[in-house]
C-alpha cells in the first residue's frame, strides 16, 4: 500500500496499529506498543527507557542491633554502620525501631561503604534507649548522572551487583550479567517498597493488563530466561500459583525445570496453581532481538505476541515438558481473578560462568477503573 493523505483526523473505533510487511514472505507484525498506535483516554500507561540504570535498590541499604548505653545530658554518641556502595557526599538517613523523641539523630558517610550514626542527648537528662535496630539507607548525590539509580527500577538476584547492570555499548537500553557461580541470576524488578508507580499500581489479572518488552539474547550457553508477570521473581513454573510469563531453558540444568524441547521459547501461565506450558514454534537464537507482549482482556484471558506474531496457548495442564502451539488466536482460560501481578526480567547462569541479556525498554498499562 502506497502512502495515504487524509485531509481529517483518522478515526478508528477499536485501535491504531502500526505494522511492518516482509518484501519477501509478505509476512506482517504488529509492531504497535500498549497495542494501539494511539493511546486510548481509558487505560493508564508506564513506559520504561532505562534514562538511569536500576541498580540493586534505588538506595543503598545498612543495619545493625545497636544497645546505645547510657548517654549523659549534653554528650553524643557515635556508631559505624558498613552500607556497600555508599560515597562520600551521599545523602543519608538514620532511624532507630525503639522510641527516639527528644533526642537527635543524624548520620553521613564519613568514608566509602562507611555511615556514622550520631546520637545526641538533650533532653536535660541521662537516658538509656535500650537496644533496637539501627538502620541507614544511603541515597546517590548525583541524580542526573547513571551514578544516581533508576527510581522506577532495581535489580537483584543471587550474586548480583549494581556493577552487572550496564549501558550497552551498541545498542539501545541496558545489558544485565550474572555473575559467574552457578545459578547467579541478573533480575529486573520494579521497586516494591517505594512509591513509584511500576510498583504500587495493582496490574490486576482484572484490570485488562497489558504487558510487554523488548530483549536481546547473548550468547546461548547455559542459560534460563524469564519475562513477564509473576508473583515472585523467581524463574522456577511451580513456585507461583498465578503467572503470566515467557522462558527459555538450555537444560534442566536451570532452576530445576524441565522443558520438552530446550531449544524453544516457552510460555507459562498458571491458574489456580494449574500451570499451562506452551511451546511456541520460536528456536531461540543468539544475538536476537524478541518484542514479548501479554494483553489480557476484560474475560481475564492472556493471549500473546512474540515479534507482533500471536500465538496460541495451551490448555493442557502440566508443570513440565510442554504442548506444542502455533501461531493463532486461542487464549488462554480466565486467569483468576482480582490476582495483582508484577512485572519481571531476568536471566540465570549455569555453568560457571556469566551469562547476559540485554532490554532495550518495558511498557505496562490496564484500565483506569476495573
Known amino acids: 500500500m502506497g502512502t495515504t493523505t487524509f485531509s481529517g483526523p483518522l478515526r478508528s473505533q477499536d485501535s491504531v496499529k502500526l505494522v511492518s510487511k516482509n518484501s519477501t514472505s509478505g509476512l506482517i507484525q504488529d509492531r504497535t506498543l500498549h497495542g494501539n498506535a494511539a493511546k486510548d483516554t481509558r487505560r493508564y500507561y508506564l513506559e520504561e527507557w532505562f534514562e538511569n540504570l536500576p541498580k ?13 548505653g547510657s548517654i549523659s545530658d ?25 522510641d527516639v523523641t527528644d533526642v537527635s539523630l543524624t548520620a553521613s558517610v564519613t568514608a566509602a561503604d562507611t555511615v556514622t550514626v550520631v546520637l545526641g542527648n538533650w533532653t536535660g537528662g541521662a537516658i538509656d534507649l535500650g537496644s533496637g535496630t539501627l538502620a541507614v539507607k544511603v541515597f546517590p548525590a548525583a541524580p542526573t548522572t547513571d551514578n544516581a539509580a533508576n527510581r522506577n527500577f532495581e535489580v537483584l538476584g543471587t550474586n548480583m551487583t549494581s556493577a552487572l547492570c550496564t549501558r550497552n555499548a551498541t545498542a539501545a537500553g541496558i545489558t544485565l550479567t550474572t555473575a559467574t557461580s552457578d545459578q547467579d541470576q541478573a533480575i529486573l524488578a520494579p521497586h516494591l517498597d517505594a512509591a ?7 496490574w490486576g489479572t482484572e484490570n485488562q493488563t497489558t504487558w510487554e518488552c ?20 523467581v524463574p522456577e513454573v511451580a513456585t507461583d500459583d498465578d503467572q503470566a510469563y515467557f522462558t527459555f531453558l538450555t537444560d534442566a540444568d536451570n ?7 530446550f531449544t524453544l521459547l516457552h ?19 543468539a544475538n536476537t532481538i524478541y518484542h514479548l507482549k501479554i494483553v489480557i482482556d476484560s474475560n481475564r484471558k492472556a493471549a500473546i505476541f512474540v515479534n507482533g506474531i500471536q500465538y496460541n496457548i495451551t490448555s493442557t495442564s502440566g508443570s513440565t515438558g510442554g504442548t506444542s502451539v502455533t501461531t493463532g488466536t486461542t487464549k ?35 484500565t483506569i477503573f476495573e
Request: hydrophobic share 40%.
Open 56 to 68: 540493586l535498590n534505588a538506595y543503598m541499604y545498612g543495619s545493625e542491633t545497636k544497645d546505645w
Open 74 to 98: 549534653g554528650d553524643e554518641a557515635a556508631e559505624e554502620v558498613t552500607v556497600t556502595g555508599a560515597a562520600l557526599g551521599d545523602f543519608v538517613v538514620a532511624s532507630m525501631s525503639i
Open 196 to 202: 513509584t508507580a511500576w510498583g504500587s499500581t495493582k
Open 214 to 233: 523488548s530483549i536481546n539474547t547473548n550468547a546461548i550457553d547455559n542459560q534460563c530466561i524469564w519475562a513477564g508477570l509473576k508473583l515472585t521473581n
Open 255 to 261: 532452576s530445576g525445570q524441565s522443558m520438552s524441547d
Open 267 to 285: 510460555f507459562v501461565h498458571s491458574i489456580g496453581d494449574t500451570d499451562y506450558i506452551s511451546a511456541l514454534p520460536i528456536t531461540v537464537a
Open 332 to 366: 488462554s482460560a480466565a486467569l483468576t481473578n482480582d490476582i495483582d501481578l508484577i512485572p519481571y526480567i531476568g536471566i540465570e547462569c549455569n555453568a560457571g560462568a556469566a551469562e547476559a541479556i540485554d532490554i532495550h525498554y518495558q511498557c505496562i498499562s490496564r
